[in-house]
């Protein structure tokens, strides 16, 4: 059987335990904005979730020190 895995783009997200003392605070925020997303019926794999989200994550990067980058994987 072959399947075709579309691609898509992801977010790749560098959040060093050691720069970020509230690391674990700010996991949980990423999370919850993947969490808030499925509940409107979509999944990371909507060909929108990056320019749907992207203004949520730059709003973290604000009060935390991550970076990120936008992958097509």
Not at 37 to 66: A, P, R, W
Request: hydrophobic share 25%; with cysteine; aromatic share 12%.
């Amino acid at each position: 059987m072959k399947a075709r895995i579309p691609k898509h783009r992801e977010f790749i997200i560098n959040l060093d335990e050691k720069e970020e003392p509230r690391y674990q605070e700010c996991w949980d925020k990423l999370n919850q904005i993947v969490k808030d997303y499925q509940k409107q019926g979509k999944s990371v794999y909507t060909e929108t979730f990056i320019e749907d989200n992207e203004d949520k994550v730059k709003e973290l990067q604000k009060e935390y020190k991550f970076s990120y980058t936008v992958e097509l994987r």
